[in-house]
Every structure is written in structure tokens, then in C-alpha cells.
């Protein structure tokens, strides 16, 4: 998107925690909203980790300087955009708000809300007590008490250290004179700004003020899991203050602010005179049914804007729009300002020198470096001039992703030991502990594999006899890039390695046996004479049964990290390091290592597995197909990957529970005001509110009566309208 800052803020910090967004249009009708701009800061115990950033649109120079100078003595950033032929957009303010921030998380602000003292601590603790730093899709909501034109007198003639405490009061006692009304589906909310960048922020096709926020709210409530969705959730029924039935999104936006509210956490509207002109009620109703129309094809077709760029990450080249996971909505925030354009451009790579230069480009974002040769060479010149990359390609793990600035598979040096080879916390190591045992337990793996079998009865089937070893070997597909270039100086070829395969089921220990698979990608099955081959059965049972593993340098190495087996590799390894494993140059030495076979250093797999668990993977859900790739072997396509977790690009870690439950059932008290004003039940497996049960007598007997009419003036229709089957049939008696 177009940039149309005309004045950046300057000083914002990148260690603050929160940003504090305020939208700002000065109007000949709103002529106090300059004296507004303290309210955000009448905090007097405001925490120093917190930013403030009026973001100016659409405001005339004079006034624009005027709030430039304010905003300065008062130590909040200034943001002017170059809008002045434009409609005003809240949207647009905070979306560029969002977009220039440097903080983890942002809070959108209204310029009349008053706060009171400790509210921002309030509003921290919250963030850390709702975790938002492990679950991004979750955010916070806060409650609004409207004061009248007499209580926002008052408000200010009271003690600030009284404020909260006596206007909840005014409210809770509905003291009229004090208080108009109150709100806790409000604009007031806390976001993960990379996520808010992601999901598109605010839709700019709202103009001026109204449904931009409960639109992008809407969005992000259902896709959160925080609370059981409400029957018709696109229903606008009442509003968020008034409605007592969880029907329609207004009853499920206001639980958000019903949390906070509840702890007394809440900001205070200070009256002003309403706009109440045709022009301004015209656009409030051409946004309300633009908001119909955008929710409706969210919750049917999942459209959304596209993903905004996180500006601080400056400017990245990408050679592909279509790749799942470097064209991915979640990463994209990440590159900051994307350039794209086709490989084949840079074929003269003296060209991509000058391309970099002249656009300013921070870094290149490039798939498989080695799949074809312009790739290999851009990799190669970017490696050289030490100009920032990322590789983004799938890693050994199941449902795995890496992010790599250092470099790809084995040439890289992201997963040297000073990475990861040192104490890892209790917490890590429960994460840790966990994945091995849902990996060992499940049947996900990185290719298609046979069912699972127990282990006695695999053995039973293979033949194999109790007290023998096993030493499996997982086959490559010949075409895999880490064949191709990371084969080793010993063992030079895949063919060689099959070489070494067979000569060593010739010349095993009488104790040994080997067990081989191909690979599920290839077509063609090697014979091993001695061997006992085992392409039908799962790659997980296979290492459950295997007392030694012998390969080229398959992500099977890593794999087999989670059942604590050696590995013995021939070739060049990412994972290569003598606590887990071993390189064999000859049959000779693979005979030697069965004769007297090494321990893993369990402590050490622990550190590793954790590195690239906790610190260096990315994790999603993969949507994928097999193809024909060649002769010898297919391949898997992945069409989409939903992220569960990022690492290692961005400024900060995406992470979300993939498969968390409803995380506020209906039983909480915050239900209260609806289990009281009708039995609801949860339908079962859907996390939707069902329809309210009526418990009406009066409705019951009007419907017994009019059953009873329809019995006696027409029979037929009584019977075949039944919902009993054996009923429907009397219906032929009275035809």
C-alpha cells in the first residue's frame, strides 16, 4: 500500500511495551478536541514503557501545527498523513498508527476518553494476565461510562485519586444526571500489532467514524475461540449495552469488555455536542451497510484486507506469490514493504546489485536456494556481499517451517552448537517433553505413512527374532536437494550409498539385522540382499524397533532424536554432532560402530530438540497433495499453511494453541445476563449457543390448542407434518 505519512513519528521506542493509538480530526463543530488531547495522559502514575501516537488525518496545516506543538510538550508522537484531499478515516489513522508503531502490543484510544489514575499499569496487567504473548489472537476490551455535560463538569472538579471509584458508583446507582449511558463493546482494546498487521487492521472502505472497529472486531472474535459463538451471529439484535440474549455479535463483542469492566477497569466519555447533521447520519448508515456486507462475506467466504506491513522492518525483496509460506497472511507483516519480482530478472546478478541499491532493499526473502541455478547464484551473491536473506523451506519436523538468515540445511550455521548447546529452563524442557510425546504417540509425519502397529507385532510380521538388533535405513528420494548437493566427499552419490547398504546387510554382527524403507516419495524399491524390507509399515514404528539408524542425511536423523537412537550419516547433516550421532566414511566403519555402539547424550538431544522446538521452527498446519515430479520419484505440494507458531523473523514470536477449546464457557458469571433471560444450551461439537428452550405455559398451551384444531380439521396434514415417523404414516388413513 501506498505510504502517505507526510509527518513520521519520530520518537517512538523500540523497547516500549504498548502504543497508545488516538485517530485525530480537528472540525469547526468540534473546536474543544484540541484541549482533548491530555485526556490519554491524565495518568499520573503512567508506566514507562508505554507510548502515545496521535495519528493527524484530514486536519487543515494551521490546526495540524497547533496539535504538532501539544503533542510535544505533552510527550506524545505526532503522526500527520498527507490526506487532505480524502474523507477523514479512523481507519486509515489506525491502521498507519499500527504500521509505524514499534511495540508488541497497541491500544486504540478515543481523543474524549478521560482515564484514571493507574489505569495504563491496569491495562499491562491485563495483557500479562490474559498471556497475550502466547496466544495472538486473543485481545482485551475495554468498557466506556458516557458522562453527561454536568458529570464530565464533575469529573473534573473531583479528586483525581476518587475519580474511578465514585463515577462507578454514579453509574451503578444510575445516577441520570451524572451518567448517559454505558458501553462495553467499545473501540478501546489491546491487539498483538503483528496480528493486528496480519489480519489487515481496520477496512479503509469505512469512511469517517463508526463500524470500522466492530467490524475488525467481529473478525477477530470469531476467529479467537475465547467464548462459545451466539446463535445468528450476524444478526445486529439491540446493542452492546442493552442486550440481554447471546443472540447476534453484539452479545459476544460486549463479553470483552465485560472482563475488564467487571475488575473495575473502565475509561470515561466526556460529553460533547453530537454531530447530528444529514451528511454525517448519511455516511453512519452507508457504513453500517458496508459492515453487513463485509462481516457476511467474512463469516461465509473468510474475505479480509490484505496484510499490512509492519514499517519498521523496512523493505524486502521476494521472488514468489504464491509459495504458502513466504506469501503466507501471517509472515507477510514481517518482511515490512514487499518488492516482487520475477527471478529470471536477475539472471545478470550484477543487476540485483543495482535493484537492492536503488529500492532500498533490506533483504531478499528466497525458497530452496539450490532448485535452480539464477536462485543458487542470488544466494550465493547475497552470502558474499552479506546482504540479509531469510530461507524459508520445510524442516525435519512434522508440520515444521524454518526461517533462516544464516543459511539453508547443511551450509548453514544457524545450528551450530553455540546455538543451542546450554542449559534450557524447566518451562522449555515441559514443551519439550511434551512434543516427544505427542510425536511418538500420533501418526503425523512428514510424508504419507502406513497405519501404526505395536511393536511385538511389527517385529512379528518383519520376522525378525526376539534378541536381534535392528539397524534401519530411511532411503532419500535420489532428486531431494540435500542429495544433490550435500551427498559428502566419502559417500558422493545416492547409488554409492545403496552400494554401502548392501554391502553392509552382507557382512552384519549374527546379532544385527537390517530393515530398510524406501522413501514414500519414490517410485522405484531398491533391493537389498540379507535385508528385510519394510516400505508398507510407518516411519515411526520402524525407529520404535530400530536400535541404530543408518542414512545419508535425512530429516529421519532428527526424527529419530525423539526415540533417543543413534544415528549413524555419511553425508553432510545439519543435526551432525558427535553427542547424537556419527559419520561413517565405509562399510567398515558402520561394522565397527554396530560392534560397539555409542550412547546418545540424552541432555544434549534434549538442548537441540528444544532449539529448534521452542527457538528455531515455525510451526502450521500444512494443506498438501502428492504429484508426479519425475521417473523415480513424486512430490508433495503444500497448497496452505496455517501458522501456529513463527520464529525467528519479525519482531516478536507468534504463537496460538491450534487446537484450544473454547477458552470462556457459558458457564462463567460473565453469562449471567443472558442464562437469566432465557435457557441456552451449547450444541454439542460446535461451540455455538443454541436456541433458547421456551419455557412459556401460556405459549405452550396456545400451541397444545392450535395442535389440537389441526387434529380435527385436517388429519392428513397433522400426521405428515409430524417429526415421528411412525406418525407420518397414519397419514394414508386419511386421505
Known sequence: MEDIVKIKPLDLRNDADLTVIIPFKYTNQREDILERISFCKLDRNLPNNIDFLLVDDCTELDISEQAANLC???????????SDNLLFSAARARNYGAMYSLSHFIMFMDIDLAVYDGFYQDVLEEIKLNDLENNVRDFIGFGVVYLTKHGSELFFNTERTARRKQFLQHFLINNEEVVEKFSTGTS???????????????NEEFAG??????EFTCRLAHRAKHFPLPQNFLQDYKNCRDVVEYNGFKSLIRLYGDITFAKGISLFHIWHEVNSSSSYMKRKQKNRLLFNK???????RKEEPEPLPDLSQGNSLIFTLTHPAIYNREVLPRYGKIFYEEEEKFEDINYLEEYLKDNNINRVILQNPYSNEIRLKIYNFLREREVEYFVIERGALPNSMFFDRNGFNADSKSYNSENWDFEISEEKREVVLNYISEEKSNDAALEDQPERIAANKLLRQLKINPGKKVLFVPFQTPSDTVIKFFCGVYIKTYDEFVE????VAKSLPKNWVLVYKKHPLTKESYEVAGGIEADDY????LLNIADCILLINSGVGVLSMLWEKPVLYTGEAFYAH?????????????????????????????RFLSYLINDFYSFGNFTTKVIDWSLESKMTITSEINFYQINNIGKTKYIYNPV?????????VLFDRYRFSTDYKLRQGTGLIGRPIIRNNTKRRFVIIRRLRKLINNPHNFFEDSRFIFLRRLRYLFK
Open 660 to 668: 484450544r477449546a473454547i477458552k470462556i464457557d457459558n458457564k462463567s
Open 578 to 606: 558427535d553427542a547424537f550421532n556419527r559419520r561413517v566414511k565405509n562399510q567398515q566403519e558402520v561394522i565397527s560402530h554396530l560392534n560397539n555402539l555409542f550412547v546418545p547424550d540424552k541432555e544434549r538431544i534434549f
Open 538 to 541: 510407518n516411519i515411526k514404528d
Open 294 to 300: 463485509l462481516l457476511k462475506s467474512y463469516i461465509e
Open 188 to 202: 478501546v482494546q489491546v491487539f498483538n500489532r503483528e496480528y493486528y498487521l496480519a489480519r489487515g487492521g481496520n
Open 72 to 82: 510535544k510538550e505533552l510527550g506524545i508522537s505526532y503522526m500527520r498523513l498527507d
Open 500 to 503: 554401502l547398504v548392501r554391502s
Open 209 to 214: 467514524w463508526g463500524f470500522e472497529d466492530l
